[in-house]
């Protein structure tokens, strides 16, 4: 199985860029696409998708996310954070099964 | 809209089974994969497996190979997980999410979950 390993915890201030980081245990890209997807779960709810294939902001997600990488390091970015985006975040490969996610990064107030 | 309602939450006896269903709505059932995936109290997100309700197709994490049985109805545009001889390890919260049907398998649309507690 591919393995993504995220940083537990990051500690920002509002208005400050926050950079979340996920490595996979091999590529998950293949000649075409990136197939390392980011999604935000706040307490209590359900995930929710933020970005797909790297760098694809989803549909009605803020600007201020954006997505970045290739082979095994990718960036989640959000710049400028707010107070709404507090909660943990994820990633997951879908270039091979199974499908895994990473442990998840909790952004935290500084 | 597009809405994946989930079954209530369940309070099961160690051993026994327990069924969760999964209602599509706002879309074409049969356009898209349905996924399973598991979330143990305050931990991450396992993913439990697929069906493609277009050709009746499961595939399985290793992991959860036995334990869990995924089913569709087309009919009612309703996907099912079944999990089996259920222990303490099971209780969790079981999301149902869908996915494209191409190249790439992100989730769009999330179940609100149900949450399964396993205990005498």
């Known amino acids: 199985d591919i393995v993504l390993t995220q940083s537990p915890a990051l500690a920002v201030s509002l208005g400050q860029r926050a950079t979340i980081s996920c490595r996979a245990s091999?590529?998950?890209?293949?000649?075409?696409?990136?197939?390392m997807h980011w999604y935000q779960q706040k307490p209590g709810q359900q995930p929710k998708l933020l970005i797909y294939d790297a760098s694809n902001l989803a549909s009605s997600i803020p600007a201020r996310f954006s997505g970045s990488g290739s082979g095994t390091d990718f960036t989640l970015t959000i710049n400028p954070v707010q107070a709404d985006d507090i909660a943990t975040y994820y990633c997951?490969?879908?270039?091979?099964?199974?499908?895994?996610f990473g442990a998840g990064t909790k952004l935290e107030l500084k | 809209e597009v809405k994946l309602q989930q079954s209530g939450d369940e309070l099961v006896r160690p051993g026994a089974s327990v069924k969760m269903s999964c209602k599509a709505s706002?879309?074409?059932?049969?356009?898209?994969?349905m996924h399973w995936v598991k979330q143990s109290p305050g931990q991450g997100l396992e993913w439990i497996g697929t069906?493609?309700?277009?050709?009746?197709?499961?595939s399985y994490n290793q992991k959860f190979k036995g334990k869990a049985t995924l089913t569709a109805d087309k009919s009612s545009n309703t996907a099912y997980m079944e999990l089996s001889r259920l222990t303490s390890e099971d209780s969790a919260v079981y999301y149902c999410?869908?996915?494209?049907?191409?190249?790439?398998?992100?989730?769009?649309?999330w179940g609100q979950g149900v949450m399964v507690t396993v205990s005498s």
């Open positions: 706002g879309y074409t059932f049969t356009d898209y994969a």
């Open positions: 997951q490969q879908s270039r091979e099964l199974p499908n895994t």
């Open positions: 091999q590529s998950v890209s293949t000649s075409s696409y990136n197939l």
């Open positions: 999410a869908r996915t494209p049907l191409d190249y790439s398998s992100f989730f769009d649309y």
């Open positions: 069906i493609i309700p277009l050709i009746d197709t499961t």
